[in-house]
């Protein structure tokens, strides 16, 4: 579809995770990329599979189909010769910045108590985020 050395930068943001073979994919994007080009590789990080109750739950999604993991990035692009940093991160916004200003007392009462804004859920994320970083990112280089 596209000439090889072409581009500079691919970006594939969730896509991986949903490929029965993803090789294909990662070949075809290191025929694609020029020397030197990156790619920025996001997916769901394995943790995802520890936390049923959330909406973030890696198997509610059902078109997800693998996992994956940094030790496994790294695997993957040091099989196709491929220079690579691969991090977990978090998604969640646990401890929002504006709090009381914009939410009046009847409103944040009606709120889900993993807002942020609870003791509870205040602890909770303190205890939890830390170890979820339900977010993997690579970069590759060719």
Same mark, same amino acid.
């Given at each position: 579809?596209?000439?090889?050395?072409?581009?500079?930068?691919?970006?594939?943001?969730?896509?991986?995770?949903?490929?029965?073979?993803?090789?294909?994919?990662?070949?075809?994007?290191?025929?694609i990329l020029k020397k030197g080009g990156k790619l920025?590789?996001?997916?769901?990080?394995?943790?995802?599979?520890?936390v049923p109750f959330s909406h973030l739950y890696f198997w509610g999604d059902y078109t997800h189909i693998?996992?994956? +993991?940094? *030790? !496994?990035?790294?695997?993957?692009?040091?099989?196709?010769?491929?220079?690579?940093?691969?991090? @977990?991160?978090?998604?969640?916004?646990?401890?929002?910045?504006?709090?009381?200003?914009?939410? +009046?007392? *009847? !409103?944040?009462?009606?709120?889900?108590?993993?807002?942020?804004?609870?003791?509870?859920?205040? @602890?909770?994320?303190?205890?939890?985020?830390?170890?979820?970083?339900?977010?993997?990112?690579?970069?590759?280089?060719?």
């Amino acid at each position: 579809m596209y000439a090889a050395d072409s581009f500079d930068a691919v970006i594939c943001q969730h896509v991986i995770e949903h490929l029965v073979n993803p090789v294909p994919m990662i070949e075809g994007i290191k025929m694609i990329l020029k020397k030197g080009g990156k790619l920025y590789l996001e997916t769901p990080n394995w943790t995802r599979l520890f936390v049923p109750f959330s909406h973030l739950y890696f198997w509610g999604d059902y078109t997800h189909i693998h996992p994956y +993991s940094v *030790s !496994t990035m790294y695997r993957m692009f040091n099989d196709f010769d491929m220079q690579a940093r691969a991090w @977990s991160v978090s998604s969640c916004t646990w401890f929002p910045k504006r709090v009381a200003k914009d939410f +009046s007392k *009847s !409103t944040a009462d009606k709120l889900p108590l993993y807002d942020g804004r609870g003791f509870f859920s205040r @602890s909770f994320a303190r205890l939890i985020n830390p170890l979820l970083h339900d977010i993997l990112i690579a970069i590759a280089e060719k």
